[in-house]
């Protein structure tokens, strides 16, 4: 549907949103009580477009994409809406997704050790992929295509590769073959969960730049799960900051990253270390975030961060949980509009002023 | 591969040569004179001497052990002191019983193990696993020898199915050796079966929680396909090496089955050789169990190399 757009053209807000994720909540029955572990998440991805989905371990932002695929475990309760070009995601069933997956949305995981089968070739785990979704005619041209994949990938010897088993290459190069996995099926979507975590800083780099090389040249969606900033500072358009399974800041990166409004956002900014000196020539200090988030079976009522929020609100924040609302108006880092909201009654943010100084 | 099969090769010949110098050792360790047992109450010295002679067994300790490894790597495993027939054919003559019981009885096995054992990991919990549980326990706790009596009792008494016992060589008649099979080798399978059936539910159960299983459903893949070319191709590999390990110890003889079902297995021979002090057989028919074990063993690592990439070979 974006086939042919290129670089930044292809990032316009206003286009058709490729993924339109609507009141997503997740619940998971545990010994310890329900676990809610999604709570009413919203977010849209636009062709071309790389959507951040940030937040420390146990926010909810792995669930999520999980549940947008059906790849949760049976006993999951997954409400709302995900429409994917249209079709809800979460009213198809079982045959309907697997059509969906590997096909119209590619995935790729955090770990390329584990990700990868030990005991296939490279190569079989690319062409079943094809095989499964009709995308190629035979065996032959399976093969044909998986090497061209590899190939697009960054993998020298594409060919030879075929017949690699995954213990035989580095984590870098694993990483590509699960990138050409989830590219075998030219997805509009691309989710990618964690998928540079486990990897070398250089390594990390040449796995950012390649995914946007090729979100540019194909105009792909592109989610990204991390609880790494430095990632989204390099690639986002835009970001999801998520705290107790809610959406607690969103907005375009500059906007987020410069003038945080939530008080969470400019913890985790500010537990973030900063090479240069902060504004006035002092070297700014780093922050960690006291405490601990809350279990998903137990979350606080009111706002979800208000135990550990070094605001010190009214008995309001412990209350009535805050609505996320436009904070200000915002942009991506094309220049085009997007609001930038945030769920607080403390709007805190600087306006002026570095990250966490 | 060579290299590596070399390796391993050289490695079971050095453990048999130990082997044998602990069997050997052992059998002549035990009380009792085996020319006395063989010459009954009435006998004269002259004559004793001259058996004693005859087998070897005024000879040196060591001696004797030289001679007795030397013809058996040739083939030769001695003369049985008894009823002097060679140790080889006698063993040869209780094989098919012993090979015919040992292969029915894992593929008995298996033919439970496999399906209930991935059936309990793939619904853990369900009324199928519970089921498993409790039959695959039922399986390995009760003694063989009762489990089959009861069997005897059920088809050959009450319904009149299958033979009570006796075995039927497959060249005389193959219907007549299947039949004679059934029931031997459901007892022994069934013990076998318990245990594999345990192993593979946990082993699929591991394999079912790896990643590179979300990794394939994240494709597209049907369900059976991940099932057979992402949870089963990565579970089989702990199950060859249990399996291994289950057909050996079916090979070496099951003497209780053998017993209850009458059956001329290389069980019974081992036990005849213990009562009556037969040094040769008993020697040859440990030495042959031994050496079951490491040819097992060895086949099942190199089958590893061609089933796990992983290991190099």
Aim: hydrophobic fraction near 45%; proline fraction near 7%.
């Amino acid at each position: 549907m974006s086939a042919g757009r290129t670089g930044h053209a292809g990032r316009a807000g206003d286009a058709q949103p490729v993924l339109e994720v609507q009141d997503l909540r997740v619940e998971l029955d545990t010994p310890r009580g329900t676990a809610s572990i999604v709570n009413g998440l919203s977010y849209s991805v636009a062709p071309g477009e790389t959507v951040a989905v940030v937040g420390e371990s146990g926010s909810g932002k792995s669930v999520s994409v999980m549940a947008l695929l059906g790849l949760l475990p049976a006993h999951a309760r997954v409400g709302g809406r995900a429409l994917f070009r249209g079709r809800d995601l979460l009213a198809m069933g079982e045959p309907e997704l697997r059509q969906v997956r590997g096909d119209g949305i590619g995935m790729v995981f955090q770990d390329p050790m584990t990700s990868l089968n030990p005991v296939l070739t490279v190569g079989r785990q690319i062409t079943e992929g094809l095989l499964a979704h009709g995308r190629v005619a035979g065996g032959r041209q399976a093969r044909e295509r998986a090497a061209q994949l590899l190939a697009d990938v960054g993998l020298p010897d594409p060919r030879a590769a075929l017949g690699r088993f995954p213990h035989e290459l580095s984590g870098g190069m694993r990483q590509r073959v699960v990138i050409a996995i989830a590219l075998s099926g030219d997805p509009a979507l691309l989710i990618a969960d964690e998928a540079t975590t486990a990897l070398d800083v250089t390594v990390q780099a040449q796995i950012l730049e390649l995914v946007d090389g090729l979100r540019a040249e194909h105009g792909t969606g592109v989610v990204w799960i991390t609880h790494d900033l430095g990632v989204v500072a390099g690639t986002a358009d835009r970001v999801l900051v998520l705290y107790g399974g809610r959406c607690v800041e969103d907005g375009g990166v500059d906007d987020v990253f410069e003038r945080p409004a939530h008080p969470y956002t400019q913890g985790l900014l500010g537990a973030l270390p900063q090479l240069h000196d902060g504004p006035g020539g002092r070297r700014s200090e780093l922050v960690a975030i006291a405490g601990a988030p809350p279990p998903p079976t137990d979350l606080p009522p009111g706002c979800v961060f208000h135990p550990r929020c070094p605001v010190r609100g009214d008995e309001r924040c412990a209350l009535e949980q805050p609505p996320l609302v436009p904070v200000a108006l915002g942009a991506r880092p094309d220049g085009t509009a997007v609001p930038h909201r945030a769920a607080t009654f403390h709007d805190t943010a600087p306006g002026t002023g570095g990250a966490g100084s | 591969m060579t290299g590596f099969a070399l390796r391993r090769t050289l490695q079971s010949v050095v453990v048999l040569l130990g082997v044998s110098v602990a069997v050997f050792a052992l059998v002549h360790l035990v009380d009792g004179d085996p020319v006395r047992l063989a010459l009954g109450t009435r006998f004269d010295q002259a004559t004793y001497d001259a058996l004693r002679e005859r087998s070897g067994l005024d000879q040196p300790l060591a001696v004797q052990y030289a001679q007795w490894i030397s013809s058996a790597v040739t083939g030769d495993l001695g003369v049985s002191f008894r009823s002097g027939d060679p140790v080889t054919v006698l063993i040869l003559e209780r094989l098919p019983a012993t090979l015919s019981l040992a292969g029915a009885s894992i593929l008995v096995a298996l033919l439970i193990a496999l399906p209930l054992g991935t059936v309990s990991a793939l619904r853990p919990r369900s009324l199928l696993d519970g089921l498993g549980t409790v039959v695959s326990q039922v399986g390995i706790s009760v003694p063989e020898f009762w489990m089959g009596i009861m069997l005897i009792l059920l088809f050959a008494g009450t319904l009149g199915w299958f033979p009570a016992s006796g075995y039927v060589p497959l060249s005389e008649d193959p219907a007549g050796w299947a039949r004679s099979l059934v029931l031997p080798a459901v007892t022994t399978g069934l013990v076998s079966g318990s245990v594999l059936t345990r192993f593979t539910r946990s082993s699929v159960l591991e394999a079912l929680g790896a990643e590179h299983v979300r990794t394939a459903r994240a494709k597209g893949l049907g369900p059976r396909a991940v099932l057979n070319w992402h949870v089963l191709r990565n579970a089989l590999l702990p199950l060859v090496t249990v399996t291994g390990v289950q057909l050996a110890y079916l090979l070496s003889g099951v003497v209780v089955v053998e017993i209850v079902f009458a059956w001329p297995g290389l069980g019974q021979l081992a036990l005849q050789a213990v009562q009556a002090r037969d040094y040769p057989v008993l020697q040859g028919a440990v030495l042959l169990f031994a050496f079951v074990f490491l040819l097992l063993n060895l086949v099942v690592d190199l089958l590893y190399t061609k089933l796990d990439p992983r290991i190099s070979a």
